[in-house]
Structures are given as C-alpha cells and as structure tokens.
C-alpha cells in the first residue's frame, strides 16, 4: 500500500538509515537525522522481520509484504525511469534505540538484506531467541565485496547482549537532568544499553 508524506504506521514514525559505505547509522524521529552510537547499538526484533517487495524512491516508499518469508508474492512490473525494476526484494522490523525510541528499519540493498539473513542465522540458534528475547546489535565493519558488476558492503556484526522485548506502549525514557560534570569513560559497558 503506498503511503504519502506525514503518514505514519508507528507513533513515533522514527525511521533507520545506514550508510553502507561509511558504515553510518542514523535515526530520523522527526527532525534532522540523528547518528546512532553503535558501541551500544540497536535492538532488533530479528524474529518478527517482514519481507516483501520495497520500492524506494525520492518522496516514495511502497511496501508490499509477502504472506511468509518462504512464500514471495509476485513482483511488481513497475519499472524507474531508468528502466530497471522499481520493486527489490526487501524487509522490514521494529528497532529500540538505547533511549528506549522504537523505529523501523527498512531497506532493499544487497547488503542491507545479507545483514539480516546473517543476523536472523545466528540469532536463532541462542536460547534467548526461543524465549522471545530481543538482541542488541553493534555493526562493527562495512567491508566492500563485489556482487554482478558492482559493489555491496558486508556487515560485520556482533550480539552484545539480549534483551526483553520493550512494550510498543512504553515512551522514550527522558533524558537525565545533569548535576555535576562527571568524568568520561572511553569505555562503553553492555549494560548501558537503555532498557
């Protein structure tokens, strides 16, 4: 179903964005685009993913989600207008920033989904994927690799911890009030991670 501008399936209608080539992480809750520290990462809802056929163009974005991952729909004919296929094959799910902010991530590069599809395998074979926990996700490298006749990024990644999986209802932890100046660690703890 194609949406317009302003319309939003989420509350909150934050969205992720990554850069591949600079393995840059944003989130957009509605202003200007903020970078994600990935030394604490993100939580994703890996065993809910969607997939589906992604149209992503300027101002546009249709998504159209298959009734299973093993069961595709037939792809859309539309083409751009350069005469390529304007529908790839994408996926969607719900994220946690460590501020407690849900948004969703979608895409449809070769990378992107390769990210997934590694992610989605490994988490799956941890207990606490059986147990309906989330997983908190570091994106440690964007390595070019050769894919056809052009370049895609492998994402190496690590689990650095699980979580429960945040309710839809619960609002973004406030931000703290400071006191007093405090001394800065270079060192990131697993259990900063906001939840």
Do not use: H
Not at 62 to 87: F, H, I, L, N, R
Request: charged letters at 20%; one cysteine or more; hydrophobic letters at 35%.
């Amino acid at each position: 179903m194609p949406i317009s501008f302003g319309e939003s399936s989420d509350a909150s209608g934050a969205y992720i964005r990554v850069n591949l080539p600079q393995n840059r992480w944003t989130v957009n809750k509605g202003g200007d685009p903020e970078v994600i520290d990935m030394a604490k990462g993100i939580a994703i809802d890996i065993a809910a993913v969607k997939f589906g056929w992604l149209k992503i163009a300027v101002g546009t974005r249709d998504w159209q989600e298959w009734p299973s991952p093993s069961q595709a729909t037939q792809k859309p004919t539309e083409t751009d207008a350069e005469g390529k296929p304007a529908y790839k094959q994408g996926f969607d799910v719900d994220c946690w920033m460590s501020d407690g902010t849900k948004a969703q991530f979608s895409n449809n590069s070769y990378g992107t989904g390769q990210f997934i599809a590694k992610l989605y395998n490994q988490a799956e074979n941890a207990p606490e994927f059986a147990q309906g926990m989330v997983p908190v996700v570091s994106v440690t490298t964007s390595t070019p690799v050769v894919v056809g006749k052009g370049t895609s990024y492998d994402l190496g990644f690590a689990i650095s911890k699980w979580i429960s999986k945040p309710a839809d209802s619960t609002p973004p932890k406030p931000e703290p009030v400071p006191t007093a100046a405090a001394p800065v660690s270079s060192v990131v703890d697993a259990d900063d991670f906001g939840f």
